[in-house]
């Protein structure tokens, strides 16, 4: 007998103000170890071969890696899509002067029709963000829209947490490492590098 799986509800919403600043406040605390994988991000985007000139990233919060990116890219333009408003005008206070070179999207990738409009990005890019399905079970499908937007060749950068030894307790919400690169494969991408591991994250790098 087949039981239904159910979502895994979340603990917050961060539609709401004070939600969203009590997450940007915290976030970098509880992980210190979130900036490396910030400029790895970067390293990745840097070293290939064609120029990156337009990343979409999907859960953008507070602009955190989106701020990292524009940085460390200064010919680079992003789009940021994320269903919190509150989390929007969070990234537009950090990214100041870089504001110009970014756009806000206001959608969730819970839902079917989030890639509509958008397409031929260089990479899409996403940290921290996958589990907000709320079931891991729906990651394989997030992963074959996201391959749709992409322009032929180009990059995937996900990182989230995982579960198991040194990582997350609930293997409903998280996969284990494994899981990840399995799911990324099922999406049609041809190559799944494991980039970094650390502090109960793991970040992939797909083309």
Not at 78 to 83: A, T
Not at 184 to 196: C, D, H, M, Y
Request: with cysteine.
């Amino acid at each position: 007998m087949s039981s239904i799986q159910s979502d895994v509800p979340s603990p917050i919403d961060l539609r709401l103000m004070p939600d969203a600043r009590e997450w940007e406040k915290t976030a970098i605390e509880k992980r210190p170890w979130r900036s490396e994988f910030f400029s790895t991000f970067a390293i990745e985007l840097l070293q290939l071969e064609s120029p990156v000139a337009r990343v979409l990233e999907l859960g953008s919060g507070p602009g955190f890696l989106a701020s990292h990116l524009l940085s460390a890219l200064p010919n680079l333009r992003m789009v940021l899509l994320d269903f919190s408003m509150a989390m929007h005008d969070l990234a537009r206070q950090r990214l100041g002067s870089m504001v110009t070179r970014a756009e806000f999207v206001a959608s969730s990738f819970k839902d079917a029709d989030w890639p509509k409009g958008l397409m031929n990005f260089d990479a899409v890019v996403t940290n921290q963000a996958v589990h907000e399905l709320r079931h891991k079970r729906y990651a394989g499908a997030l992963h074959k829209q996201v391959k749709a937007v992409l322009r032929p060749g180009g990059s995937y950068l996900v990182c989230d947490h995982f579960y198991g030894p040194g990582g997350m307790s609930n293997d409903q919400l998280y996969m284990t490492i494994d899981e990840q690169r399995v799911a990324i494969e099922s999406a049609g991408f041809a190559s799944v590098r494991q980039i970094l591991s650390k502090g109960g994250m793991v970040l992939h790098h797909a083309k």
